[in-house]
């Protein structure tokens, strides 16, 4: 951290003294001396001006480079200390001849605390270097020792108390009520989008970041900083890794595998990062219920390039490639009904089937200008390109038998057929430039701002229609076209359109009599050309840590959050689009508290936040799978609230876990009907991410992922009102385990130098263990009509059932 003048002053006259001093020694001992030099840099090697260096009580310092180079007296132990603000100290302890010369390269490592001079106090926080004041940090090596099936963050993600996602198949998740919509993830600092025809985790693949590139998560679950987007549950904020020497992993496993390459140049300047996965699923969708034939291939490619041109301007490139095929071949399904009468077996026999396509490329340029230590500026330049395409024909012919207490079918009284068919293709392209800057004031002091201009090329082609072989329990919605149709939409849109947004934010850090202070506030504005719309969103942040003997810091944010509506919440159920449509907005109160405490001799941090979000002009939706259909209007207000708890530590020396609880609703009143729960109301949950090993045997890890949550409402069909759709699914019930043995390692499995296995830091094998107890979840509902007594009955649409799956990691 930067010092005042006084302080600055003052370390220039210590740094005279000192140089007389040895200078005087020198003269004293005829000459008898050795010389040190070298350079002082941060972990990504960046070089730290004025970092102090202790020899025998005597203090120098770097140059504005990093740079030192001071001579020590000869022929005796000399130990050399060197220090910095947020840095863990390092020394070094040797003798050098008369007139020997050594050279020494030190990379000091961050501190647990983030030190802030002020004056004669410091002022700390429990906090990672790059950590928002109102987040989660995340470990990137907690995301690849857990079993996953979407490759990325979303399944550590899930863990937390306050996200929510009763399916392991979508890397999309829920936040504190909200949907899949309102959360923000940045890669490097670039927004992230995700496909928009998405309706099932089976089509989605594989998510976004990638694990074995990514070096910091932070994830924050309301009431974050000006300097993040317009969304109104949660960020995500991802960065990437820059290696600083050559690295590589290779993984396989019976899903698929992924090859990731990094390095760096001998003078550190260029490094770069690449990695490839590759994933089909087959395998555990065959566990899905009813006997259907699956086809699903995934795969990316992502690049991180970094390269500084000197010591003040550094370029970065960040560019991803990701394609999905989904091919699906529905055969039969039997599910059992149970009714208040006698059991039902419906039964239904398929023809036809499903192909969908995705493909997206996201691309960036970033130019950062640091002119001098005070100044900070960055210059983003960024593409996203997505071609969707989904298509199905798939009849079903269904059958409502009576059955016994066993099961066997005694009578079959109902038939009926039913037609799905789609053709869809969407075609988006979002380009656009941001820039964004920070000043630095002093050290507890700091003023950051920013501008984004995108513009957004959207095509969309939306044909859909549904026939059934009766009536139908939905109006027919084109009775002039001589078909029966139970819902028909079919559109064609093209749209070009503008968006500008900025914010400014000031931090500030402080002593209040004997606690210490940190206060973020921002503001931050967005304009829209399609609806013509300004929203301006202000948002602040306190957190105090009082003087006391128990380690307690106390947190406090409050915002306003706009969500400007993306082409999908413009668009009707029946395809057109509405330029009335309005930005949703919320208002957050979060009050949390972070008390840090050892329990064994170990270190334990108990979290906890309590919340209340005041939701006005909402845009209601259908949810199916993950599909998201918005009625494309303002005409739903509501509110949320909730209280979620974490217990981080290490429940077993040197790795950590966390237990999580929660219990939070989230309701909608739509046209002043009454208060019905969101279609994404969490209601309660309990999930613990834990980590373990033999005592006797190290080297072999046990990982366990567990979710228990109440069950969501269970949506309503399209166009049918959800005031008559109030049941809930289903409580989603889920364990993962993953068993890891370490063949090789840089501990107690070290191999022989020289041999072929010194060229790899670790080799490991292992089985997770997919729902070890087989409990098939639900996702969501299909709606069956009996032709004859004209009742609706809803047929569940279950999840992935027990999976074996072994791989093998290569780390080199």
Same mark, same amino acid.
Request: no cysteine; charged share 30%; net charge positive.
């Given at each position: 951290m930067k010092k005042t003048t006084q302080q600055r002053t003052l370390q220039h006259s210590?740094? +005279?003294l000192s140089t007389i001093s040895l200078s005087l020694l020198g003269g004293i001992l005829f000459a008898q001396t050795a010389q040190i030099n070298g350079k002082v840099v941060d972990e990504n090697r960046t070089p730290i001006s004025e970092a102090e260096i202790i020899i025998n009580d005597q203090s120098y310092f770097t140059d504005q480079n990093g740079n030192f180079k001071i001579d020590i007296p000869s022929n005796e132990s000399i130990t050399v200390t060197f220090n910095n603000n947020g840095y863990h100290s390092f020394a070094q302890t040797f003798t050098l001849k008369d007139k020997n010369k050594k050279e020494i390269f030190v990379q000091l490592v961050p501190d647990q605390t983030n030190a802030i001079q002020l004056g004669e106090a410091v002022v700390s926080f429990q906090s990672n270097k790059n950590k928002p004041l109102q987040s989660t940090v995340l470990s990137a090596s907690q995301m690849q020792q857990g079993p996953s099936l979407t490759g990325g963050v979303s399944d550590l993600l899930k863990t937390l108390p306050f996200v929510n996602s009763n399916t392991e198949l979508s890397s999309q998740y829920m936040v504190r009520g909200g949907n899949y919509d309102e959360n923000l993830i940045y890669v490097n600092g670039i927004e992230v989008y995700k496909p928009?025809?998405?309706?099932?985790?089976?089509?989605e693949g594989l998510g976004? %970041?990638?694990?074995?590139?990514?070096? +910091?998560i932070n994830f924050s679950a309301g009431g974050w900083e000006a300097k993040y987007g317009d969304k109104m549950s949660s960020v995500l904020d991802v960065t990437y890794k820059r290696p600083k020497k050559f690295e590589g992993q290779l993984e396989a496993s019976l899903m698929g595998g992924s090859l990731t390459l990094g390095g760096a140049s001998k003078d550190k300047k260029l490094s770069a990062i690449v990695g490839a996965r590759y994933q089909n699923r087959n395998l555990i969708l065959n566990t899905l219920k009813g006997d259907t034939n699956f086809n699903p291939e995934y795969y990316d490619v992502q690049a991180n390039i970094n390269y500084k041109l000197n010591d003040k301007w550094n370029v970065a490139f960040l560019g991803t490639m990701s394609r999905s095929r989904y091919e699906m071949f529905p055969i039969k399904r039997d599910t059992y009904i149970n009714t208040m009468d006698n059991p039902l077996l419906l039964t239904v026999h398929y023809n036809g089937k499903e192909d969908d396509k995705f493909a997206t490329e996201t691309g960036s340029l970033s130019f950062t200008y640091q002119p001098n230590s005070k100044l900070d500026l960055a210059l983003d330049v960024f593409a996203y390109h997505s071609k969707e395409r989904e298509y199905f024909d798939i009849q079903g012919s269904y059958f409502i038998s009576d059955v016994d207490k066993n099961g066997n079918v005694i009578s079959t009284n109902d038939v009926g057929s039913q037609i799905d068919h789609a053709r869809n293709n969407f075609d988006a392209l979002v380009a656009g430039i941001q820039h964004k800057g920070k000043y630095k004031i002093n050290g507890n002091n700091n003023i950051e701002w920013g501008i984004k201009f995108q513009q957004e090329d959207i095509r969309d082609l939306l044909g859909e229609w549904q026939a059934i072989d009766s009536t139908g329990y939905i109006v027919n919605q084109n009775p002039e076209n001589g078909l029966n149709l139970s819902y028909y939409v079919n559109s064609k849109n093209n749209l070009k359109t503008n968006r500008f947004s900025g914010y400014a934010q000031y931090t500030s850090k402080f002593m209040w009599n004997d606690a210490k202070v940190l206060f973020n506030a921002g503001v931050r504005a967005a304009y829209w050309d399609f609806n013509e719309e300004t929203t301006v969103s202000p948002r602040a942040q306190i957190a105090v840590k009082p003087d006391w003997e128990s380690d307690m810091l106390f947190r406090f944010s409050t915002g306003l959050y706009y969500q400007p509506p993306f082409y999908r919440e413009i668009r009707r159920l029946d395809g057109s689009l509405n330029d009335k449509v309005k930005s949703q907005q919320s208002?957050?109160?979060?009050?949390?508290?972070?008390y840090e405490f050892k329990w064994m001799d170990r270190p334990f941090k108990l979290t906890t936040e309590v919340y209340y979000k005041i939701l006005n002009d909402l845009n209601p939706y259908y949810v199916d799978n993950v599909r998201i259909r918005y009625t494309a209007d303002n005409n739903s207000k509501g509110y949320a609230y909730g209280l979620d708890m974490r217990l981080f530590g290490q429940f077993v020396p040197g790795i950590d876990s966390w237990f999580s609880a929660s219990y939070a609703r989230a309701y909608q009143n739509i046209d002043d009907k009454g208060n019905i729960p969101l279609p994404t109301d969490p209601r309660f949950k309990l999930s613990a991410f834990f980590q373990d090993y033999m005592e006797f045997l190290p080297s072999f890890k046990v990982n366990v992922n567990l979710i228990y949550a109440s069950g969501l409402p269970n949506g309503a069909p399209q166009f049918a009102d959800p005031y008559n759709y109030q049941t809930t699914l289903t409580d989603y019930k889920r364990v993962?385990?993953? +068993? %890891?043995? &370490?063949?090789?390692?840089?501990? &107690?499995?070290?191999?022989?130098?020289g041999t072929f296995w010194s060229n790899f830091k670790e080799i490991s094998i292992g089985v997770d263990v997919f729902n070890v107890f087989d409990i098939k979840n639900e996702i969501s509902n299909s709606w069956i009509r009996d032709v004859n007594s004209s009742a609706v009955y809803t047929m569940p649409n279950y999840l992935t059932g027990r999976f074996f799956n072994g791989k093998i990691n290569f780390k080199f």
């Open positions: 210590k740094r +005279f928009q025809l998405i309706r099932a985790g089976e089509q976004f %970041v990638n694990p074995a590139m990514t070096e +910091f208002i957050h109160f979060i009050l949390g508290n972070d993962d385990i993953g +068993f %890891v043995k &370490e063949i090789i390692n840089q501990k &107690e499995l070290k191999p022989s130098k």
